[in-house]
C-alpha cells in the first residue's frame, strides 16, 4: 500500500464506533511480547468475524480513536539484537504473513500498522498459547472454547479464490490483467467486447463480480501486467540468481519477474536459458554446441514450482544458477515424498496447476517429472536431485559427468530414477537398459551390474522376479511398484 492508500486506511479504521475482536489501537509501543500477543488474538478475531485481515494500529488514542501519532517505528524497532519484526514471526505458529507499514499522516503525526492475516485452519499461537480479544481486552484463548471451535471448524477459502483487489470497474479489469494473453494461449478468440472478457474471466475464477468487480489471486497471480500492483501476491515473484563459480560467494546478475506467470512464463525461461553454458559434445548421442541442459526438462521443473509451491508460505519460487548445476526451488513442503515425484500426483494448487496445463506450461497430470528424467538421460547428465529442508523443496540439475566422476549416491540415484523412467513406460530396468543409460560398453557390463547391486542393497530398487535363477536376464522395478 502506497501512503495516500495507509491514510485513507486508517480514516475508515478510526470511524468504527470502538475498537474489535479484529482491530486495536494504541499509542505508544510497551513490550513485544504485548505485541505477540495482539496478532495472535486480532488474527483469530479476524477468522471469527470473516474479515480477510486484522489491525493492529500505533499512534491513535484508543479511548476517543484521534489520531494523536506514535514515537514507535516498528520497522526499525529491535528485541535484543534481532529485528523485532523477525522476532515476532519466529514466535508465530502458524508463522502468518503479516506486514508492517511506517507512514506519516501529516507533518506532526506519524503511525506504524501491522496487517494482520486471519488465521485458516487453527488458531494463531504466540509462544504457544492462543489469544482471542474480548471486547477489548485480550484473553486465552484456551477460556474460550466456543470461539476457539469456531476456528477449527472455519470453512477455509482455498489461497486461488482469495481476492487480491477489489472494488474494481470493468475497466480496472483491462489495466491490471492482461486479459489477451489467456485468449491467446487458450487459442480462443477475442472478444467483441468488453463484456464477454468479463463473463470468461468470472467463469474461470479469475475474477468474481461483488458490488463492483474484484480479481481474484488466481487472477493476478498468473496475469497480471506487474505483481506489485497486488499486496498480497508480489511477494511471489520469480528470482533468478546466476552465480560466478560453484558457490554462493560472488553474484553475476539477477533478475526479478514480476509478471504473472502465465504471461511471463517464456520470458523466465528465455532468460534462463540465454544464461546457461553450451557444451561442445555431450557424451555420445548430442551435437556440437548443445546447451548443457535441456530446456524442455528446465520449462518443466519451473512449471512445477510454480503450482506445487504452497502460497501461504513466505517464499517465493527462485531459480539459481551455478557454473555446475541448476537449482529450482520454491516454498512448501511436498505433498507427496520426492521418490514418488514420478507416479504420484498432488497438487495444494487445483486451479492454478489446471490453467497452466490447458495453457501448454506443463505436462498432464503424473507425466511431468519422467520427461524431466528421459532428456536428463537424453542429455547424460548426473540424476536430478530433490531435496526438502526449511520448509523449501528444492530440485537440482548437474552440469555432464562422466560416470568414473559420479559418486556412489550419484549412480544409486541414477539407477532408481531410471527403474522409475522405465516402470511408468510399462518397461523394466535391466542391466542392458542401464548400460544404454550410462552409455556402458557391452564387455563392461560388470560395472552395471555393480551399480545395480548398491541400489539393491539401497532399497530403491527391487527384483521384478526374484524366484528367476538368471541374471543375465533380470529385470528391475522401483521399490513402491
Not at 486508517?10 to 505485541?35: G, P, T
Request: aromatic fraction near 10%; hydrophobic fraction near 35%.
Amino acid at each position: 500500500m502506497n501512503e495516500q492508500q495507509l491514510i485513507e486506511l486508517l480514516d475508515q479504521l478510526v470511524k468504527q464506533s470502538h475498537e474489535s475482536e479484529w482491530v486495536e489501537f494504541k499509542r505508544n509501543f510497551h513490550s513485544a511480547e504485548e505485541i505477540g500477543e495482539r496478532i495472535s488474538a486480532l488474527s483469530n478475531g479476524a477468522c471469527i468475524h470473516n474479515q480477510p485481515f486484522a489491525y493492529l494500529v500505533f499512534g491513535v488514542e484508543d479511548q476517543t480513536q484521534t489520531i494523536k501519532g506514535t514515537t514507535f517505528n516498528a520497522k526499525a524497532a529491535k528485541k535484543g539484537n534481532e529485528d523485532l519484526e523477525h522476532w515476532l514471526l519466529t514466535r508465530l505458529n502458524p508463522r502468518i504473513d503479516f506486514s508492517v507499514y511506517e507512514f506519516d499522516y501529516d507533518a506532526s503525526r506519524h503511525i506504524s500498522i501491522y496487517v494482520i492475516p486471519a488465521t485458516q485452519n487453527q488458531p494463531v499461537e504466540f509462544l504457544h498459547q492462543a489469544y482471542i480479544r474480548v471486547s477489548s481486552i485480550t484473553r486465552k484463548l484456551n477460556d474460550f472454547p466456543q470461539k476457539q471451535a469456531k476456528i477449527w471448524k472455519k470453512d477455509t477459502t482455498p489461497f486461488e479464490k482469495e481476492i487480491a483487489k477489489d472494488n474494481l470497474s470493468a475497466s480496472d479489469i483491462t489495466k491490471y490483467l492482461s486479459t489477451e494473453t489467456y485468449f491467446d494461449l487458450l487459442k480462443l478468440p477475442y472478444p467483441s467486447n468488453q463484456q464477454g472478457v468479463i463473463d470468461k474471466f468470472i467463469d474461470e475464477g479469475l475474477i468474481v463480480k461483488n458490488k463492483g468487480y474484484a480479481i481474484t489471486k488466481l487472477g493476478a497471480l498468473l496475469f497480471a501486467k506487474h505483481l506489485k500492483d497486488f499486496e498480497s501476491i508480489a511477494r511471489k515473484s520469480v528470482r533468478i540468481i546466476v552465480y560466478k563459480g560453484k558457490n554462493k560467494v560472488q553474484t553475476e546478475r539477477e533478475q526479478m519477474k514480476a509478471k504473472g506467470y502465465a504471461l511471463g512464463f517464456e520470458e523466465v525461461v528465455d532468460w534462463i536459458s540465454s544464461q546457461l553454458p553450451a557444451n561442445e559434445e555431450i557424451g555420445k548421442a548430442l551435437r556440437k554446441e548443445t546447451r548443457m541442459y535441456p530446456e524442455i526438462a528446465i520449462r518443466e521443473l519451473i512449471a512445477n514450482a510454480l503450482i506445487h509451491q504452497d502460497l501461504t508460505e513466505k517464499g517465493f519460487p527462485m531459480i539459481e544458477i551455478f557454473s555446475d548445476r541448476i537449482e529450482i526451488s520454491n516454498a512448501g513442503t511436498p505433498l507427496v515424498t520426492p521418490e514418488r515425484f514420478i507416479d504420484a500426483y498432488l497438487s495444494r494448487n487445483e486451479k492454478l496447476a489446471d490453467l497452466m496445463r490447458r495453457m501448454g506450461f506443463c505436462e498432464e497430470k503424473g507425466s511431468g517429472l519422467d520427461k524431466v528424467i528421459f532428456y536428463n538421460e537424453l542429455y547424460q547428465l548426473p540424476a536430478i536431485n530433490i531435496v526438502v529442508a526449511e520448509n523449501r523443496t528444492q530440485v537440482t540439475m548437474y552440469c555432464y559427468k562422466t560416470l568414473n566422476n559420479l559418486d556412489k549416491k550419484e549412480k544409486i540415484r541414477a539407477c532408481y530414477q531410471h527403474a522409475c523412467l522405465k516402470y511408468v513406460s510399462n518397461e523394466k530396468m535391466t542391466n542392458q537398459s542401464l548400460r544404454e543409460r550410462f552409455k556402458i560398453e557391452d564387455h563392461n557390463y560388470s560395472i552395471a551390474s555393480r551399480i545395480i547391486r548398491d541400489a539393491l542393497e539401497d532399497k530403491v530398487i527391487k527384483e521384478d522376479n526374484p524366484e528367476s535363477k538368471s541374471r543375465k536376464y533380470a529385470s528391475y522395478i522401483p521399490f513402491w511398484a
